[in-house]
């Protein structure tokens, strides 16, 4: 009997903490991504997306992935908010308009 065995690792998932503190120890602490891949048992693509994402946070820029820094995070949420509120404004503006035209 074969039995079919599963050669894929399973995708971990770690909360926004933990990479931030990732990275701080490499950028911070001076730590090579070597030394705390082997350390932490990480993966040197995810530590060095981590470590890029917290460099372009500290130079005040929003970065490719998710904010890691609480700051960050926030003016993310800010602006997806400002997004969607603009958007409002706009059907508004439309909306009104019509019922200006309908009222003539």
Do not use: Y
Not at 19 to 33: F, P, R
Not at 35 to 43: A, E, N, Y
Not at 80 to 86: D, K, S, V
Request: contains cysteine; charged residues 30%.
């Amino acid at each position: 009997m074969a039995t079919e065995v599963n050669n894929q690792k399973s995708r971990r998932a770690f909360d926004i903490s933990f990479k931030l503190q990732v990275a701080q120890m490499v950028k911070i602490q001076g730590l090579s991504i070597s030394q705390v891949c082997k350390d932490m048992k990480l993966g040197e693509s995810a530590v060095r997306r981590w470590v890029s994402q917290f460099e372009a946070e500290q130079q005040g820029q929003s970065g490719a992935g998710k904010p890691l820094t609480v700051e960050h995070q926030r003016i993310r949420q800010l602006e997806l908010e400002n997004r969607q509120l603009r958007g409002d404004v706009e059907i508004l503006k439309k909306a009104s308009a019509f019922f200006a035209r309908e009222l003539r």
